[in-house]
């Protein structure tokens, strides 16, 4: 059955547009040659080595890669909460150097704040910059629709499941209307269904917002049904194995994952992760 | 059916029904009391004096002539007594046993508790006990008052940063060995016989022990918290104002709870350097009186104002930290006052301004169909 599915480099045409249209947008983020060695007791440790890409306006990207091939330490240069030992991130052109706005970040662990309501979360950049009351509100009650937690505002995080915990990390990223999305295997800790159901209300999200993603996970089946491109990791030094367009047009919904050609682009995802 | 389960009480790791809790909670203080009830009250558990109440025959001779009406002497000394009066054939004593002096009955210590309150000062200048207590509190609250403002800051930057808490850790780590009392003395000497001295002693005791201590509680402000925060485009300062201030808040106010417990202990000392004053004066003085029911009055009501005022203090903070406790009136009344706040901002604004400013459209409804 498996010799049956079509090509993934030969998608169909909707895809095959979507792909080239990808290809004419700017360029908003750019790593070049960057490399980290962290020093260990046992001696130097290469985590990266030389990875370098390009991620386009408006693009999805996914990052997969087995555990330890240095998928957090890429996403945590990026941020600018660790510095690259060689080589540089540009982002519009500008070296990224420490923590901005311009790049938000959603981790896998949840670290919203415990003392602040959902409300508060959300508009926790806004008021760092000082916005003004009016502004805050009015933000935070359009995020809080597209995120559909209005009858949550005035919770604690405490009182929220985990898939509602990210959808709010999300919002208080995205409030700060970042360049960038950076998300650290964000649904890791979501049980399946759950984790389902957010990479459709992600997709929802990035549709309505013109931002880039940058995603990183482990787990295949999301790297295909989210990403533009899915960029492979090997590990040990950990450096890009090879980049893969998606054949699938957008937007994408949860058939898509029976679509030949997402089950093709799996399958040589499978190939270059466990060969 | 429904299977009501036994109350285990002794389940390793298993809470217990509120109700059991309640029962436990008054047993521990039932019991101490039955134990003195039982020591106080029941003849022959110990009871091991006789207390005089009429000597007999004064004039018969004897080893132990001296037994006079109104004393309290050993079992032995009466018996013997009473020998001597028997082999004289004069009239015996009579007494009956008795606790030491220093072991007053509850209700003795009870009546103390009222009557400490409604005796005048014996000598003229001194205090009524509500004084004395009001003044101890006092010392106490200005003591920690000054430790806090001072100890808390330093100990949130020696937390933070690994520059203040090099330069200062060591030092104050040092000082906190040397106990407070020692620098009585030095208080007096150089704050003279007032308050100030006794204030000192309570802001040395507590002050280096806070440093420290809070030092430790904003450690273990989350990384990852910092992190994030940093992401959403926190500058150092914020981040310690926004982030790690809010977030150590409930555990600094559990050590504030519990740095209030050591300045009584050193009350006590503070106050019975240079001139004595407060409770602990009161306690000295009735001592030496040898009045033993107001000293246990007075103890017990140390205890007590402790007990009530931590018990405040741990209803306070449920109400100011709703977010641990899930007491969450006063978030719901905050809000509602917010949004009420709100409309009336947008009632006295024109209306078009509040609608050309808002987000962007493409985005609504996103969320309630995918919820």
Known sequence: MLDALPDY?????????????????????RLEDVSRVFTCAEGPLTALEGVRFEVRHREFICVIGASGCGKSTLIRILAGLDAPSSGQVLLDDQPVDLPGADRGMVFQR?????????????????????????????????????????????RYPAQLSGGMKQRVAIARALANRPRILLMD?????????????????????????????????????????????????????GRVEEI?????????????????????ARQRLEQLIHP | MQR???????AVGEPLSPRARSVLTLAAFLLPLAVWCLISYVPFVWHPLVQVVDAGDTRAPGQYSYLAEGQ??????????????????????????????????PHEVATAFVTAFTTAPSRHGDVWLHESLWHSCQIIFWGFVYAALLGVPLGIACGCSSFFSRLCEPFVDFIRYMPAPVFGALAVAIFGLGDEPKVSIIFI????????????TTRLVDMALLEAAQTLGARPHQLVTRVVVPSILPNLYRDMRILIGWAWTYLVVAELIGEKSGISAFIYQQQRYRHFDNVYASIIMIGLIGLVADQCLAQLGRVLF?????????????????????????????????????????????GSKVA
């Open chain 1, 9 to 29: 480099r030969d998608p169909p045409p909707d895809a095959r547009a979507h792909l080239e249209q990808l290809r004419q947008r700017d360029t908003v983020l």
């Open chain 1, 110 to 154: 949840y670290t919203l704040f415990p003392w602040l309501t959902v409300r508060d979360n959300v508009t926790f950049g806004l008021r760092l910059k000082g916005a003004s009351a009016a502004q805050v509100a009015r933000e935070a009650d359009h995020w809080l629709e597209v995120i559909g937690l209005g009858a949550f505002a005035d």
């Open chain 1, 185 to 237: 295997e964000p649904f890791g800790a979501l049980d399946a269904q759950t984790r389902s159901q957010m990479q459709t209300h992600l997709l929802d999200i990035w549709h309505a917002t013109d931002v880039t993603v940058f995603f990183i996970t482990h787990d295949l089946d999301e790297a295909v049904y989210l990403a533009d491109r899915v960029v492979v990791l090997a590990a040990r030094p």
């Open chain 1, 244 to 264: 893969i367009e998606v054949p699938l047009g957008r937007p994408r919904n949860p058939r898509s994952r029976l679509d030949p050609y997402f089950l093709a």
């Open chain 2, 4 to 10: 009501t389960r036994q109350v285990r009480w002794f």
């Open chain 2, 72 to 105: 309290l002497v050993d079992r032995e000394v009466f018996a013997q007594r009473n020998l001597e009066l028997a082999a004289a054939g004069a009239e015996l004593a009579q007494g009956f046993r008795s606790n030491p002096i220093y072991l007053p009955a």
């Open chain 2, 205 to 216: 005791g507590t002050f280096f022990q806070m440093v420290l201590i809070v030092a430790n």
């Open chain 2, 322 to 366: 709703p977010w641990e406790s899930g007491a969450l009136w006063l978030t719901r009344l905050r809000s509602r006052m917010a949004a009420g706040a709100q409309r009336f901002r947008s009632g006295l604004r024109p209306r078009g301004l509040h609608l050309s400013a808002s987000p962007s459209k493409a985005t609504e409804g996103i």
